[in-house]
């Protein structure tokens, strides 16, 4: 009951986060990743270094990484926390209490966040890949960072150190729709201080992280598209012994 409880509540949350600073900075597309193991196990190692810290993914057990070939021994040796078992939930030990002091809100549970925002600007994880690629330094925000797909985020930029210090450049512009007004344009980023990677490395980590992400959201999606093939093999060959069928039957009547 109280697993069926915690689905419910993140199904709660999926149009709110849907929703949620919506922004007209288009969307980059994400590299498939599901069918690549070892891209979704590093995206595994990625999302328990620097977003288990803070976000819980309290739909899934760990042991479910056994499904993109990670072995038990693997993931306790490696992405277990001390505390943690190999059959526990993704929860994280931050109270709420600390969370709302600190960020302002206790940060979203991330077990949905890839379908939570799909949208008519693009899949989730699009969203997703955009999102943690567009941060800058804005001093005018409480963290001191800023982002493009989500404008005056409350998330700092956790994941400064890969990518390096960057500023965003705006030009302004005349409004076409509204005589006498003005647009912030962007223009492009500045980088300030090099981060541990190169911008592709950077983008070939996040491209792993985000296709771990989106199978986190729906681990039986290859299997669910697997059977959905057959089944319609299935249905179409049941069609044509119906029509084939009813000639024959129909053939001696007429």
Known sequence: MTLLKKLLAAL???????????????????????????????????????????HSASLVRYNRLRDIGLSEEQIRDNLLFSSDKVG???????????????????????????????????????????????????????????????????????????????????????????????IRKFVGFEQVTPGKMSAKEYDEQMADLVGYMEWMAEPVKSKRQQIGVWVLLFLGLLVFLTWRLNASYWKEVK
């Not at 949620?20 to 999302?47: H, T, V």
């Not at 991330?110 to 955009?130: M, Q």
């Open 88 to 182: 526990d939930l993704m929860k994280v030990n931050m109270a709420e209490k600390d969370a709302k002091a600190w960020f302002g809100g206790v940060p979203p549970d991330l077990s949905l966040i890839v379908r939570a925002k799909s949208s008519a600007a693009g899949p989730g994880a699009d969203y997703v890949y955009t999102y943690l690629r567009t941060y800058y330094q804005d001093e005018s925000r409480p963290t001191g960072w800023n982002n493009l797909a989500y404008p005056n985020v409350g998330m700092p930029h956790v994941l400064w150190e890969l990518q390096g210090v960057r500023t965003a450049k705006f030009v302004d512009e005349k409004d076409p729709h509204a005589e006498g007004k003005t």
């Open 12 to 54: 709660a949350l999926v149009p709110a986060l849907a929703l949620a600073a919506e922004s007209s900075f288009p969307l980059d597309k994400a590299p498939d990743r599901s069918g690549d193991l070892s891209a979704l196990q590093n995206g595994a190692r990625l999302f328990v270094n620097y977003c288990l810290n803070c």
